[in-house]
């Protein structure tokens, strides 16, 4: 009954490893699409919930016309741009655009449209 106990456990073990093996800690972000994916947010909505270890996103070069947003369960995430004058993050909200008054900067955080 014991070694019965003790074979199940090491083949539990074993599975959940495989299953482990299966996460990706490093991805590739290429807007001409020779990466793992062509939107950096595509990639962070792709990566594993609390991580056990860093999870790289390396950012080729180009303009990622996109609002981004990593979530705090994704603690140990980084992203490395390939070169810092030639890949560019950016959106268009600012605090005019958003007309809600005096606090109006506070909102461009989420997505209007």
């Keep these: 009954m014991k070694k019965t106990g003790f074979l199940f456990f090491f083949i539990l073990i074993g599975f959940i490893g495989l299953a482990q093996n299966n ?3 490093s991805l590739v972000v290429s807007k001409d699409g020779a990466g793992d994916f062509t939107s950096i947010q595509d990639a962070i909505d792709a990566t594993k919930a609390f991580p ?3 999870i790289t996103i390396y ?3 180009g303009i990622y016309n996109e609002k981004v947003t990593i979530p705090s369960w994704n603690n140990l995430l ?3 741009g390939e070169d810092a004058n030639k890949t560019i993050i950016t959106w268009d909200d ?3 655009k958003i007309s809600r008054g005096r606090n109006s900067t506070f909102f461009t955080y989420y997505c209007f449209g």
């Design 94 to 96: 600012y605090f005019s």
């Design 23 to 25: 996460i990706q800690y």
């Design 78 to 80: 980084s992203l490395i």
């Design 59 to 61: 950012v080729k070069n």
């Design 52 to 54: 056990d270890k860093r």
